[in-house]
């Protein structure tokens, strides 16, 4: 580290923690409530349930991804089945996924707990994300190797004892960074009177993305943490459709301009103009605009992706290919139908519209479930098939939601 260096040492030097533009990006906020308002009503609840479980796994592939880790979703889902490789840098990276994909869900039921109030941008949350996910990485995925050869341990959970660089930004100094992360927790604090505004919300969640980011305030980490932050931050304001949509995934396919345009925000004001902070406010707000596009274009993606009639031809398509494979009776076909347009079926009606026997049901019910395709859960003294989808079937049904390479090895696999 450059031994002339001033650290920042006060919070106000974060300042603005609000971007001040034209109206652009209230425009751009209401338009992305507009977007997730169609996503959100897409399908009935239980089948996007399924579909969320489905997206989880390829959000923790993105966000893992833009820090250089390139796990193949077939690794991923290896895992999620406990089956782990024998090199020990793939298996490191398969309880990384795994772990971020635990940590995704507990927030999403957390969140979703309207008995436990969550603020997304308390130092106490954010240090609970950060030892969920770092209590399940190996010893060599908590190690972080400087360029001068030192060794440093991430400690589960703990902020950070040590100065640290992301690209040409100096965070704050150690001894006074817990104070930036207190004005941070109450500045973005939803709850509080002067965030009652969702609009303004909505800024702030793009804002903070990169605020955080900028305090840096685990030795390592924190590139994880910030996008579960946003994650956090668009499911506490009811932005995240249930699931169904991933930013981690549009900032990874845009890696350069999303480096790019934190990079920029990190820089001071430029001149008399550019708002009235120690850093610059036209920056943020262009940090700002891109975050938001992104977040619109997502949810537009998935919007097409989840379209009904598609999603029936292609479930036709895989079912057709799993017959001509010999995995498949043509009949199943009519059960994940049923089941993708309803979100679960009973044994009775599965049994009606396949038109089959009991014994014959219970061999195809059987292979579905073994699929990972349906699961069925008693209720009551009804047997229900509720839908599910696995990693594996991803690029039959929602094409596009992974590398095409990674896809075309997703499906010559098979199910
Ligand atoms: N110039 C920058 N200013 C602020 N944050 C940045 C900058 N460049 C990268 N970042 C953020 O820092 C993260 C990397 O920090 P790091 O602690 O190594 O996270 P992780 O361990 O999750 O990789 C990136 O994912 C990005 O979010
Ligand atoms: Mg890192």
Redesign the pocket.
């Known amino acids: 580290m450059n031994k002339a260096f001033e650290f920042h040492t006060d919070p106000s030097s974060m300042e603005p923690l609000f971007p001040s533009d034209n109206g652009e990006l209230e425009a751009l906020s209401l338009e992305l409530t507009e977007s997730i308002a169609r996503l959100s009503g897409s399908m009935n609840l239980t089948t996007r349930r399924a579909i969320a479980e489905l997206l989880r796994p390829m959000n923790s592939y993105y966000s893992n991804l833009?820090?250089g880790h390139d796990t193949h979703p077939i690794d991923i889902n290896r895992a999620l089945n406990n089956d782990y490789s024998g090199d020990p840098t793939k298996r490191d990276r398969q309880h990384e996924a795994q772990a971020h994909i635990e940590v995704h869900r507990s927030i999403f039921e957390e969140i979703k707990d309207v008995s436990n109030p969550v603020i997304p941008s308390s130092v106490d949350f954010l240090k609970r994300m950060h030892r969920d996910f770092y209590s399940h990485l190996s010893e060599e995925m908590k190690t972080v190797r400087s360029k001068d050869g030192s060794e440093r341990k991430v400690i589960p959970g703990e902020l950070r004892d040590c100065e640290v660089e992301?690209?040409?930004?100096v965070a704050p100094s150690h001894e006074s960074f817990p104070r930036f992360m207190d004005r941070f927790e109450v500045f973005y604090d939803p709850t509080s009177t002067a965030n009652s505004s969702k609009l303004k919300r909505i800024i702030s969640i793009a804002a903070s993305h990169?605020r955080l980011?900028?305090i840096?305030p685990?030795v390592?980490?924190?590139?994880?943490v910030?996008r579960l932050f946003s994650d956090a931050s668009f499911m506490y304001d009811n932005l995240d459709a249930d699931g169904l949509w991933s930013i981690s995934r549009g900032l990874a396919r845009t890696h350069d301009e999303y480096?790019s345009m934190?990079?920029n925000a990190?820089l001071p004001r430029m001149g008399n103009h550019d708002g009235r902070g120690n850093l610059s406010n036209a920056m943020l707000v262009d940090f700002c605009k891109y975050f938001l596009r992104t977040a619109i274009d997502q949810t537009k993606f998935m919007y097409a992706a989840l379209d009904t009639d598609n999603i029936l031809t292609r479930l036709n398509t895989f079912c057709d290919a799993m017959v001509a494979r010999g995995k498949f009776k043509t009949e199943m076909r009519y059960i994940l139908i049923d089941v993708f347009l309803k979100g679960k079926i009973s044994k009775p009606d599965a049994m009606r519209i396949t038109n089959t026997s009991d014994k014959t049901l219970k061999n195809m019910t059987d292979a579905l479930t073994e699929m990972g395709l349906i699961t069925p859960k008693k209720e009551s003294i009804l047997m229900m098939y509720y839908a599910a989808y696995p990693i594996l079937i991803s690029p039959w049904l929602f094409p596009g939601l992974y590398p095409t390479s990674k896809e075309s090895d997703m499906m010559e696999l098979g199910i």
Do not use: T
Request: proline fraction near 0%; avoid cysteine; aromatic fraction near 14%.
């Open positions: 833009i820090e992301v690209g040409k930004h990169h980011a900028w840096h685990f390592d980490g924190n590139g994880r910030v480096y934190l990079a990190d």
